[in-house]
């Protein structure tokens, strides 16, 4: 590993350690690096905060001058809510910068190596470019779009299963694989699912692990005919937004917002509209959606090709049956060639059952 990358990569797992804490902003970390010694380390903690830089400026002090810096995101060049740290990098006397990925936020975008740049500071960008991207994958769609990143769960049988005939689905996977699920859960904004599921189990869709932080609940529902007793909408353990369509029940809306939660009226006619949810989700700052299914909901989003990764827990257990739903319901894909694919596919055991990450391409 060479000594850029070295640096990099503990810039990376400091940006890494603040997973699920700075949303709508990315993740970024810092190393300032003095005659071959750390002299200062920073991560972006929360929204609103200092950026990644600014916190190892101050860890490094005067040593900051003719140092290099290691950051994973482009140094901003414009005036937020926390001024440029472009500038606040020439300031400090910075020698050199070492960036992984351009930052793709419109108002940034190749900016702040400008500001580097002129003041004659070096500046080399991709070192561990991808793993850098990955790491903020939520981010890079959220800014350009304006619509949260959508990952898709879903635990199932060998057979593609996720209940049985008799809709009994508790539980498919082991507890190793449902403790990994509350790990996704607090990385999203929200988490989302059809009125069907909250009929059939009445969840809490809560995360369940120290520290956890409680996304928002989501919930489709085209008529409002959600039990007006669900947990979701009585334990106040986080907030819960209703997506609707123009077909809704008026006094159900009243009787849902006096309980304090918002319902949202999308275009569609009879059934939820999917895009204008995602436009919603984005104006009111949601970054990221994990869709927790049942079939229905899955499937709409998958042949909306409204997807970006998809996270399958896979039991080695069959039941089989054409009653019993799969992950993936609705009409189904006609031919082979059409089959969604996934990419850059990532495997993993988790206790008795198997992980299978990847990002859907559409045909
Ligand atoms: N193993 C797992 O990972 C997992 C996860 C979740 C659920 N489940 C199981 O799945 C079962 C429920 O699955 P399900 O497929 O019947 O229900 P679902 O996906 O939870 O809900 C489907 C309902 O959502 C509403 N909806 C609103 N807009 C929609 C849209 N644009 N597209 C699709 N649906 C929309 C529809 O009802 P309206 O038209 O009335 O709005 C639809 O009937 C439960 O038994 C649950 O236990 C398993």
């Known amino acids: 590993m060479s000594e850029h990358e070295f640096y990099m990569r503990l810039a990376l797992d400091n940006a890494k350690a603040m997973k699920g804490q700075t949303d709508p902003n990315p993740l970024v970390g810092a190393v300032i690096v003095n005659d071959h010694r750390i002299v200062g380390v920073g991560a972006h903690l929360k929204a609103g905060g200092p950026h990644a830089e600014i916190h190892a400026l101050r860890m490094a002090g005067e040593l900051a001058k003719g140092g290099t810096i290691y950051v994973t995101l482009e140094p901003c060049s414009h005036h937020g809510r926390t001024g440029p740290c472009a500038e606040a990098l020439v300031a400090a006397g910075i020698k050199k910068v070492i960036i992984a990925t351009l930052d793709p936020n419109p108002i940034v975008a190749g900016n702040g190596v400008s500001i580097l740049e002129k003041a004659n500071i070096e500046v080399i960008v991709g070192v561990c470019e991808e793993e850098s991207r990955k790491m903020n994958e939520v981010f890079n769609k959220f800014i350009v779009k304006k619509q949260p990143f959508m990952t898709l769960k879903a635990a199932t049988t060998l057979d593609g299963k996720i209940s049985s005939y008799t809709w009994d689905s508790k539980w498919i996977t082991s507890e190793e694989a449902r403790l990994d699920v509350h790990h996704l859960r607090n990385e999203n904004t929200g988490i989302l699912v059809g009125v069907h599921t909250v009929i059939k189990d009445d969840p809490e869709l809560t995360t369940r692990i120290p520290n956890g932080r409680n996304p ?148």
Do not use: C
């Open 216 to 363: 928002l609940r989501i919930i489709l529902d085209s008529t409002l005919r959600i039990p007006l007793k669900s947990k979701v909408l009585t334990d106040q353990k986080a907030d819960t937004w209703i997506f609707t369509s123009e077909n809704f029940n008026h006094e159900v809306k009243r009787e849902l917002e006096n309980l304090g939660v918002k319902v949202f009226v999308t275009k569609g006619k009879n059934r939820v509209d999917l895009q204008d949810t995602l436009n919603i989700l984005g104006e009111q700052n949601v970054a990221s959606v994990l869709i927790e299914g049942g079939g229905e909901v899955n499937a709409s989003f998958l042949n909306e090709q409204l997807v970006d990764k998809l996270v399958l827990y896979v039991a080695p257990k069959l039941i089989g049956g054409k009653q019993s739903p799969s992950f993936f319901a609705g009409e189904g894909i006609e031919k082979m060639a059409n089959a969604i694919e996934l990419e850059e596919l990532e495997i993993n055991k988790i206790g008795k059952d198997f992980r299978y990450t990847g990002y859907p391409v559409y045909s």
